[in-house]
């Protein structure tokens, strides 16, 4: 088994995988929209071109009505239907202003709940893949993008595309140069918005990296969860220059995408400008050899400049939106291909034994890709502007010959139906890292993890989890209701227990009182319904008070397999004990692992396993491991005994 792949997925299949791909989730997600739009955009379209003609027309009769050729019905009856012409076209132009907005936020509502659907269904191991999180980071934006791209798109045929063809045929009616000087306004305009793509796709891949680190260093400043420490140490400072340093790298590359195009435009300008003057020569000429009537010239030259407008927004604006927006598309799309938590249905047991055979594993980023943020380098001129940067470089995934760093190797165990576990060792030994294979987070790189003697990889993870509770040492703090913060862990069965209020409430004091929750009047006002929130006009808790929830929120939950990851670094070691105990008694008869660097507490697992540098070194009873006197457990006991001195 092999998790530890290089993120291969490129921005194959270009404009057309964008297409393929976006058109049928746009139609599906807003069907009569889009039709709507499309029926509006074409007649629009269409009246525009018959309003050229119906000024020539009007402009034929006045003249002809001036030499005593027409006469004046005729003449009113031309200024009635260009009059009636506008009128529509004013109308439809009011809608095809405001439809597209609809649309969009129609299509971007549904799309957003998929993406999100996409979001839970990840593999969790796509979370520490640099590549991967930066797939994620642009998904939402990217979304819009290509939302904004399918529009402009259809647009670009429903509109301009209708608009320009019927044109032309006017010209050509008129005559074949005129019809054919609008080549000279397409050709160099389309050409200028090839290189803007490739220019903006690649702008794009580089400004990921550093858009990530950037919007981590703001969080730094001003989050809650970090302004404390960050005013403290006075580190304020320090964040604010690392974030404008990462943010002079982003403007750079942005800059110099933005110079390259312009000076691309502006040379191509020219020939387009050409063309344009082309055409009132023709025009001009035209007329003086009486190819085309007083009325028709009038009309036509009315109407160039308009063309010209639309044909310059087509490219420079539609096209060029289209051409900017391609590559944060890309990455959305590299994120609907992610891959998902697949396999095959599995009917989770009561009671699980688990077996763990010969597993290693290393995390992607220890897999040999480059860390653009690890390696920053700056470089500055004598004035203190940033000059230069690593992360103005393609970040490239080299160093494939890198020998990978492991967080486990060789690692087998076998734990019992209803055993308990203790997982001991050092910071960085593994712990952690084996309980993510244990509960199926991740897939080991060799060797299995199987439950009741099925290897787990198989199954769908969602289903695995379903009997299984967790408590993690880096937990979660909602901003809801003390009653919330604990069913959360299991919101079916909350919901289904809505009309046994009662019932509930006292099964939540029950939890409460297991993981050592005070339910006092000054910390709980409102009892179970106090809302955990300063923002939200709740109230805050102590860091020891969050992990007792935290805790309640793992023993709420039903499960044949409950997991405690380091919950209790934040309560003192004689308070810890009693939760422990507490938590050996509701796991009776339940397969149980406790994770933990104290070792105060470990005796009333059935067994302890001892870990160091990624693999299991010891595994026996507290008495058994002691009698190891230089073994790695008794000399960690040793180094805390004074800990649990009476």
């Known amino acids: 088994m092999e998790n530890n792949k290089k993120d ?43 309003l050229v003609a119906a000024l020539q027309y009007f402009l034929d009769n006045v003249s002809g009505a001036i030499k005593g050729t027409k ?88 509109f301009y595309g209708f608009y320009i063809v019927a044109m032309f045929f006017y010209l050509l009616s008129l005559n074949r140069l005129l019809a054919l000087a609008i080549l000279l306004i397409f ?79 502006l040379g191509l300008s020219v020939i387009t400008i050409a063309g344009y003057g082309s055409v009132m020569l023709l025009l001009f000429k035209c007329l003086l050899t009486g190819d085309i009537s007083v009325g028709a010239f009038a009309a036509v030259f009315a109407s160039v400049d308009d063309l010209y407008g639309i044909i310059d927004n087509m490219i420079r604006y539609a096209i060029g939106d289209m051409a900017t927006q391609y590559g944060s598309i890309n990455n959305y799309l590299n994120f609907l291909e992610m891959e998902e938590d697949t396999g095959e249905a599995y009917e989770p047991d009561d009671e699980i034994e688990i077996d763990i055979d010969n597993v290693s594993f290393a995390y992607p980023s220890d897999a040999g890709e480059v860390n653009a943020v690890a390696e920053r380098q700056f470089r500055y001129d004598h004035y203190g502007n940033l000059i230069d ?50 509960i199926g987070l991740y897939e080991p790189d060799c060797g299995t993890v199987s439950y009741n003697g099925e290897d787990i990889s198989k199954y769908k993870k969602s289903d695995i989890y379903k009997n299984t509770s967790a408590v993690f040492q880096k937990y979660q703090r909602y901003q809801m209701t003390l009653k919330e913060n604990i069913c959360i862990s299991s919101v079916d069965r909350e919901a289904d227990s809505k009309e046994q209020k009662p019932e509930l409430t006292g099964e939540l004091d029950a939890i409460a009182e297991q993981a050592g929750i005070t339910m006092d009047e000054k910390t709980y006002p409102e009892g179970c319904e106090t809302m955990l929130s300063r923002e939200f006009e709740g109230v805050d808790l102590s860091g ?47 397969t149980a692992v406790i994770v933990t660097h104290r070792l105060g507490s470990v005796r009333l697992a059935d067994r302890i396993v ?37």
């Not at 049928?24 to 039709?35: D, E, L, R, V």
């Not at 760093?405 to 890292?433: F, P, Q």
């Open 8 to 50: 291969k997925t490129k921005n194959k299949g270009g404009i057309g995988r964008i297409l393929r791909v976006m058109i049928p989730k746009c139609f599906k997600a807003a069907p009569k929209h889009w039709i709507f739009m499309i029926c509006t955009d074409c007649t629009f379209s269409v009246i525009s071109v018959m």
């Open 544 to 590: 020891g008070q969050w992990q007792r929830i935290a805790i309640g929120r793992g023993f709420y939950r039903n499960h044949g397999l409950i997991v405690l990851d380091e919950p209790t670094s934040a309560i003192d070691p004689y308070e810890e004990t009693r939760i422990y105990n507490q938590f050996a008694e509701i796991s009776r008869d339940k």
């Open 187 to 265: 050709i160099p305009a389309g050409v200028s918005q090839i290189i803007r793509i490739k220019v903006y796709n690649k702008a794009e891949d580089k400004s990921a990296p550093i858009r990530r680190e950037y919007d981590y260093y703001e969080e730094c400043m001003v989050s809650r969860d970090y302004f404390k420490e960050t005013r403290l140490l006075g580190a304020f400072g320090y964040f604010r220059r690392l974030y404008l340093e990462a943010l002079d790298a982003l403007q750079v590359i942005k800059f110099k995408a933005a110079f390259k195009t312009g000076m691309t435009d």
């Open 610 to 646: 001892v870990m160091k540098g990624g693999e299991i070194v010891q595994v026996g009873t507290h008495e058994e491991l002691m009698g190891e006197a230089d073994g790695e457990y008794a000399r960690l006991y040793r180094s805390q005994e004074q800990w649990y001195m009476a």
């Open 389 to 438: 940067s690593d992360l103005l470089k393609d970040v490239e995934e080299e160093k494939t010959d890198k020998e990978k760093k492991y967080a486990l190797r060789n690692c087998s165990l076998h734990i019992k139906k209803g055993e308990t576990i203790a997982i001991v060792g050092e910071n960085g030994s593994g712990k952690s890292t084996i309980i993510r294979l244990i």
């Open 71 to 158: 006469s004046i019905k005729i003449v009113i009856i031309s200024l009635l239907i260009l009059g009636f012409g506008k009128l529509i076209h004013q109308l439809l132009n009011a809608i095809i202003n405001s439809t597209p907005d609809i649309f969009f936020q129609k299509v971007n509502s549904v799309l957003t709940g998929e993406l999100h659907g996409k979001i839970s269904r990840l593999k969790p191991i796509a979370f520490e893949e640099t590549a991967k999180l930066d797939h994620i980071n642009k998904a939402s934006q990217g979304l819009a993008n290509a939302i904004g791209f399918v529009s402009s798109f259809g647009y670009i045929f429903t």
